[in-house]
C-alpha cells in the first residue's frame, strides 16, 4: 500500500488524521490479532476476507484498521455511517459493489461505522448482500454485538474485541510524532521531558486519537524556552483541565463499572467499591443514580444479615438531595464503605425470586378460609376467618402447625437465613420454631 503524503491528507488536517497508520506494521497495539501467526493477520497476508466486526472503546484503530484490510487485499472500500446512512445508501452501496465485481473483478469491503446504531431493518438489508457476497462487510462498534445486533446479522460475522491502547503502545505513537517530519511534527523539534510524555500517555486513557488530540493542542500552546519549542507540565495541566476518564452514559463501559461497584461491595472489599465509586463520580456519572444502586446493593447483598444497612443506604441518598455535591457525595462513599464491611445475605434476594416465580406459576389458588378478611357478618357466616389461632395467644407468640399457605400447595422453604449477622440469629429462631 502506498503511503499518503501530507499533501494528500490535507497539510491542516487534525494530526490524529496526518498519523493515521497506513499499514499493518504501523499500527500500535492489538497484538492479540494481528501478531505474526494470529488468525486475523495470516487471513489479510493471504488475501482471504470475511464479514466481520470490530468492537472496542474509541480511538483503538477499529476504521484505520478497516481500511488498511481493505487495501492490502486491494479490495474495493465504500465506508458509510450508522448515524448518516439509511437502507437507500446500503442499496446504493450494493449496487456499486456488484457494478465493479461483474465489470473488473474486484470485491468491495462495506465499512459501516457505529453499526450499533442501525435499526432492525438496517440491519436485515444487508443479510441477503453478505450471504451471496455482493459485499464483505466491516462494521465497528462501541458497544457489545450481542446487545445490540440482531441474530441474523451477528451469526454472519465473525466478532473481534479490540483493547484500550497501552501507555506504552500510546509513548510509541507519541515518539513517532515527534520525529516524523512529513505527517508529524518532527520539523518543529519540540522538546517534551519523560515526565510530561508519561502525563500525555496517561491522560489519553488508552485511546490513540485523544492522545494524538492531546499533543497536538499542547505543542500549539508550547513555550520558548532558550530558543527551543519545549512542551512543559504546565502547559499540559492547562490542556487537561476538564478531561474525564472513559464514561459512556448509555453504553457497556457506564455498566461495567456500575458491575465492578456492585461486585466489590459484595466481594467485601471497601478499598475497590471507593475506587469504582470515585471513577464514576469523576466522569460525570449521576451521584442519585449511584445511591439508588446502593440501596438496591443493600437489600440484595447485605439483607437481614445486617437490616441497618438499607437505612444507611436510603439515609446517603436524602443526604445528597439535601446537600448536593461534592458534599453529599462523601454520604454515598460512607454508604459504600458500611455495606462493603458488612456481613453479606442474599437469602431474601433468592427467597424472593423463588416466591416470585410460585406466584406466576400457580393460578389463582384460593386463600385458605381461616385466613381470609371477616369484617362482615355475611362473611363471617361463610366461614371466613373461622378456626384461626391468633398467634399472640399462643405460646412463644407461636401457633405450631398453623398452614399459611393455598390448601392446594404444599409448604415451601423460600427464606434460607445464612449464618452471618443478624441471620444467624434469625436461622436458629426459625430452627426451634420449626421443632416446635
Request: glycine fraction near 6%.
Amino acid at each position: 500500500m502506498n503511503k499518503q503524503t501530507t499533501r494528500e491528507i490535507g497539510a491542516h488536517a487534525p494530526l490524529a488524521a496526518r498519523m493515521r497508520p497506513q499499514d499493518i506494521g504501523d499500527i500500535v497495539g492489538q497484538q492479540h490479532l494481528l501478531a505474526e501467526g494470529r488468525s486475523l493477520r495470516s487471513a489479510i497476508e493471504n488475501g482471504v476476507l470475511h464479514s466481520l466486526v470490530f468492537w472496542g472503546p474509541p480511538g483503538v484503530g477499529k476504521t484505520t484498521l478497516a481500511k488498511i484490510i481493505a487495501a492490502n487485499t486491494q479490495s474495493h472500500f465504500i465506508e458509510l455511517s450508522a448515524v448518516m446512512a439509511g437502507v437507500k445508501e446500503i442499496r446504493a452501496a450494493v449496487s456499486e459493489a456488484c457494478d465493479i465485481k461483474n465489470l473488473q473483478g474486484i470485491q468491495t469491503v462495506v465499512f459501516i461505522d457505529e453499526i450499533h446504531r442501525f435499526s432492525k431493518s438496517q440491519q436485515d438489508s444487508l443479510l441477503a448482500p453478505i450471504e451471496n457476497g455482493s459485499i464483505i462487510l466491516f462494521g465497528a462498534t462501541t458497544e457489545n454485538p450481542s446487545f445490540e445486533l440482531n441474530n441474523a446479522l451477528l451469526s454472519r460475522l465473525r466478532v473481534y474485541v479490540l483493547r484500550t491502547l497501552e501507555p506504552a503502545d500510546l509513548k510509541v505513537l507519541i515518539d513517532r510524532v515527534l520525529t516524523d517530519d512529513e505527517r508529524g511534527l518532527g520539523n518543529r523539534k519540540l522538546q517534551i521531558s519523560e515526565e510530561v510524555l508519561e502525563l500525555i500517555s496517561k491522560a489519553a486513557d488508552g485511546d490513540a486519537r485523544r492522545c494524538l488530540n492531546i499533543l497536538q493542542v499542547a505543542a500549539d500552546l508550547s513555550e520558548t524556552i532558550a530558543g527551543q519549542e519545549t512542551i512543559t507540565y504546565q502547559v499540559i495541566d492547562e490542556v487537561l483541565q476538564g478531561q474525564a476518564n472513559r464514561f459512556d452514559k448509555q453504553g457497556d463501559i457506564f455498566y461495567d463499572q456500575i458491575s465492578a461497584l456492585h461486585k466489590s461491595v459484595r466481594g467485601t472489599d471497601p478499598d475497590a467499591a471507593l475506587y469504582w465509586l470515585c471513577r464514576m463520580l469523576s466522569a460525570g456519572c449521576d451521584p442519585l443514580y449511584i445511591a439508588r444502586r446502593v440501596i438496591r446493593m443493600a437489600s440484595e447483598d447485605i439483607g437481614n444479615a445486617d437490616p441497618r444497612g438499607l437505612q444507611l443506604a436510603l439515609d446517603a441518598a436524602s443526604a445528597y438531595e439535601r446537600l448536593g455535591s461534592p458534599e453529599g457525595e462523601l454520604a454515598i462513599a460512607q454508604a459504600v464503605v458500611y455495606l462493603a464491611c458488612a456481613p453479606k445475605s442474599n437469602a431474601v434476594y433468592v427467597a424472593f425470586k423463588a416466591a416470585m416465580a410460585d406466584a406466576k406459576t400457580s393460578g389463582s389458588l384460593e386463600v385458605p378460609m381461616h385466613l381470609r378478611n371477616a369484617p362482615t357478618r355475611l362473611m363471617r357466616d361463610l366461614g371466613h376467618g373461622e378456626n384461626y389461632r391468633y398467634a399472640h395467644d399462643e405460646k412463644n407468640a407461636f401457633a405450631t402447625g398453623e398452614n399459611y399457605f393455598p390448601e392446594k400447595m404444599q409448604n415451601r422453604r423460600y427464606y434460607q437465613p445464612v449464618e452471618r449477622g443478624l441471620e444467624l440469629k434469625i436461622k436458629e429462631k426459625l430452627a426451634f420454631l420449626r421443632k416446635l
